[in-house]
């Protein structure tokens, strides 16, 4: 497996081809989900190919928006079905990438150990997505973002005891936050309100 030549390839296309009116799946998220994967790898001791794997899953988990937005976790699969085998990875690596790229689509598996909920950049990083599910018309108001939100944060759980330990707290920060917004009727989603 050439992982490093992989690397440079993918983010090289995405770079390139990934729509620039997306706010949230761009070449930034890819990045920062990257660092967070690597650093909680580091913590629940991932190494070596298993390591390699899940970061080629990373650098891959949104590259189906090339394609199209709706199912893009499939046509994720698709370009890493079209491009692994040309630096050396094997038919059984290729699916387990594949796997773990499924493992993003809504509703979580165990296998998903990465997201944003329980950092401090939350409000950031959720306003760079409310902007772009806007743009698609899959929401229509703060209101309901802020209602799919409290959904999407009560329905979410972590699967690795450092997930847990670094970010539980935080996101129960964030969705206590958001239901007071609900109830109170306010659009207020004000970032230093959330820290």
Known sequence: MEFDKVKKFILNKLNKDLP???????????????EAAEN????????????RLLLTAVLFHDSGFIR???????????????????YNYTPSEIEQVCGMIMATKIPQTPHNKLDYLGRDD????????????????????????????????????????????????????HLKHIKSIIKNKSSNWDSEQLR
């Open 122 to 173: 939350f409000p950031i990083i959720g306003n760079k997505l409310y902007d772009e599910l806007c743009m698609y018309g899959l929401i229509n108001t703060q209101q309901d973002w802020f209602r799919l939100q409290v959904h999407f944060l009560s329905s979410h759980h972590y699967f690795t005891r450092s997930a847990i330990k670094l970010r539980k707290a935080k996101k129960g920060e």
């Open 40 to 51: 909680l790898a580091k913590l629940e001791k991932v190494e070596g190919e298993d390591l």
């Open 68 to 86: 199209s937005q709706k199912d893009h976790e499939r046509h994720s699969c698709d370009l890493v079905k079209e491009y692994l085998p040309a």
């Open 20 to 34: 620039k009116h997306l706010t949230y799946h761009s070449v930034g998220h890819i990045k920062d989900v990257y």
